[in-house]
């Protein structure tokens, strides 16, 4: 079956680590996303890539960091720069003008 | 930059009872799409229904339809015949037709909706 995949599914993260947070999809869509949702906000617009190779920053850039190797693959990393980073994080694509597809999400915690 | 509103936080509806969701935003563009998406207690975010914005005509899915009145910047979602499975948070969002670099989603904050058995 066609989908994203977010993984892991709870990530836990020690103050002044990076983390990676990983999203795949099959669906063979051109555009990725990476949105941050925190309680009383919405989601947020991390970074986000129309195609390989090429990524924009987003509302909420400052302490992360992708890359866009692959088509299917839009990893995320938390870098120690981000002051706040527990939220919960979800990844979707694009092809076109069709709808956003969303994965899972992944929960991160500063512990 | 385009803004989505959803000034009410907490709303409740008893079962089978019909309940509406407020949104309004801001753009300066002329041609665009609105969504609703619905994210349950599983946080898996689920798109509900779709409105162009150069359809007059009303989106409607099974339930759920939408007042989309242009003029006024207004997306408003119904929902007939209200479930205990409608339970979740409620986004609406916008998204230019331009499928460059300006198509990535706005969010409003998100509406918390409580079905009462």
């Known amino acids: 079956d066609g989908g994203i995949t977010q993984s892991p599914k709870y990530l836990f993260r020690k103050e002044g680590q990076n983390v990676t947070l990983s999203c795949e999809q099959n669906?063979?869509?051109?555009?990725m996303y990476w949105y941050r949702q925190d309680p009383g906000q919405g989601l947020r617009l991390i970074y986000y890539?129309?195609?390989?190779?090429?990524?924009q920053k987003g509302d909420i850039a400052e302490g992360y960091s992708v890359s866009r190797e692959k088509k299917e693959s839009f990893p995320l990393t938390v870098t120690s720069a981000q002051k706040n980073p527990t939220a919960f994080y979800l990844c979707?694509?694009?092809?076109?003008?069709?709808?956003?597809?969303f994965g899972q999400g992944t929960r991160l915690t500063v512990v | 930059a385009q803004t989505v509103t959803q000034s009410q936080p907490e709303m409740s509806v008893q079962e089978a009872e019909t309940v509406t969701l407020s949104c309004t935003y801001d753009t300066s563009e002329s041609d665009y799409y609105l969504f609703w998406y619905k994210q349950p207690p599983s946080r898996q975010m689920i798109l509900v229904i779709r409105q162009e914005a150069y359809k007059q005509q009303n989106a409607t899915e099974n339930r759920f339809s939408v007042n989309f009145q242009k003029a006024a910047k207004s997306f408003s979602l119904k929902i007939s015949d209200s479930q205990l499975g409608d339970a979740a948070m409620y986004f609406c969002a916008y998204r230019s037709r331009d499928t460059g670099a300006n198509s990535k989603l706005t969010f409003g904050k998100g509406i918390t909706l409580s079905v009462r058995p």
């Open positions: 669906l063979n869509h051109d555009a």
């Open positions: 890539s129309q195609i390989v190779n090429d990524f």
């Open positions: 979707a694509s694009k092809q076109g003008g069709a709808e956003a597809f």
